[in-house]
């Protein structure tokens, strides 16, 4: 195939999220802080010029086959495999046929059509590398979550990642023309699980939408939320699986009226979010443990809603709580102190990055009741106002624009390596 492009500024980028779609509503299913980064940097770029075009897998007739997000966003839903949700662990078997479709819906542009592949979770990761080939042009990977990191903390009640899975993401690291890590930890992870080239990767922090996630009234998003004035509110936002560690929360707010019985009738729990993963196994756990700990009058159920809903849920709230077991950055936590609401999040993966523990936080050591009982006492103190302050001016060191501009740098240097050209001027 003749080079068509002579620099390393990349026109048109090929989005591939396989699992998940970027108009899902995060929160449930697979859909969380990948959604949103796959469809916020998307903007970003076209918004620099870069036209991008999002294949994911369809899961419904109903769907087009095309959706126009804005001039310049494209969602594609490629047939593979039966029009229905799949598990994250059935999708290897339809790889070839999303791969497939793929490479009709090149066949159908004019030679040459994508600059760059950017691929997301490891499934994508098989299909960039295929595609990589096939078109002659470079592939760019994100991780998102690693199974070798996953299996160091196994929550209760949680299987380990898969063998299958350990050796398509090495297969992946191997394989790609760069490697996008979304904090300097997960930097550290490829290194030191994946053998992964520390010349390929580019550290690059994901943003927020800071005009959407900002500070505002408390007192008016209480009274839209039916939230007491004088409450004590904790909230969790994601998806509810082992993995994600509600239960902490739950077993930790027990412990925290154990700690402090005067709570009792102030303290609110939020919990927004749908069952996903293994949670999908038993729906109703979080609310049978709940009731198990005699908390359940304090504790409120919220489906995941639009986003202007939920920097409601953030301005409304005393603290954010993040107990995961694994987390490559966390979304959440940043949304959050976007809000001016500060975070108790566990101190794992990019939470170390997402949050400035004693400035907007708190970052908690393992998974233990009491720790976490006592940590969020905390909230309830003057420490709260100290965090709170400090929160929205950490959030500020991450927007979509930033991340947006250093995946141009990673795209840059990606396609100067392929085509053995000298990166732009200016390029990392």
């Not at 939920?310 to 976007?338: K, N």
Request: aromatic fraction near 6%; include cysteine; proline fraction near 6%.
């Amino acid at each position: 195939m003749a080079r068509r492009l002579r620099t390393a500024t990349p026109r048109r980028a090929a989005i591939l999220s396989v699992h998940t779609s970027p108009l899902d509503q995060p929160g449930t299913g697979d859909a969380g802080g990948m959604n949103v980064y796959v469809l916020e940097t998307a903007r970003r770029l076209a918004a620099a010029g870069v036209e991008t075009e999002i294949f994911t897998r369809a899961v419904s007739s109903g769907l087009p086959t095309s959706v126009e997000v804005e001039p310049g966003v494209t969602v594609t839903h490629l047939r593979a495999g039966p029009l229905e949700e799949l598990r994250k662990e059935d999708l290897p078997t339809q790889l070839c046929a999303f791969s497939s479709g793929l490479m009709r819906a090149e066949a159908g542009r004019p030679e040459g059509w994508f600059d760059v592949i950017h691929s997301h979770y490891w499934l994508s990761g098989h299909v960039g590398w295929l595609a990589s080939e096939r078109w002659d042009v470079p592939l760019v990977h994100t991780m998102h979550t690693m199974a070798r990191v996953k299996n160091l903390d196994v929550a209760e009640g949680d299987a380990p990642e898969p063998q299958t899975r350990v050796i398509g993401e090495q297969q992946v690291v191997d394989q790609a023309t760069r490697l996008v890590a979304n904090t300097r930890d997960e930097a550290l992870d490829l290194l030191r699980h994946y053998d992964a080239d520390p010349s390929r990767i580019d550290v690059i922090h994901p943003g927020v939408d800071l005009d959407v996630f900002r500070p505002g009234d408390r007192a008016a998003a209480r009274a839209a939320l039916g939230i007491s004035q004088d409450a004590v509110l904790l909230l969790f936002v994601g998806r509810i699986q082992p993995l994600k560690a509600p239960d902490v929360l739950l077993r930790a707010t027990a412990r925290m009226l154990e700690l402090d019985p005067t709570l009792r009738d102030r303290l609110v729990v939020a919990v927004c979010g749908g069952p996903s993963g293994s949670g999908l196994e038993h729906p109703f756990a979080l609310a049978e443990l709940a009731q198990s700990l005699g908390i359940a009058d304090i504790v409120r159920f919220e489906p995941p809603g639009p986003r202007a809903t939920l920097a409601q849920w953030y301005r409304a709230a005393d603290a954010t709580v993040v107990p995961s077991h694994s987390e490559s950055f966390g979304l959440v936590a940043v949304e959050s102190q976007a809000c001016g609401t500060p975070v108790i999040a566990a101190d794992v993966g990019g939470l170390r990055t997402a949050v400035a523990p004693g400035s907007t936080g708190l970052l908690v050591p393992g998974h233990r009741t009491d720790d976490w009982g006592r940590a969020l006492l905390r909230a309830t103190t003057g420490e709260r106002d100290d965090w709170s302050r400090g929160a929205r001016a950490h959030a500020e060191q991450f927007s979509w624009t930033s991340t947006a501009q250093g995946l141009l740098d990673s795209y840059s240097l990606a396609i100067a390596d392929h085509l053995r050209l000298p990166a732009a001027a200016g390029q990392r």
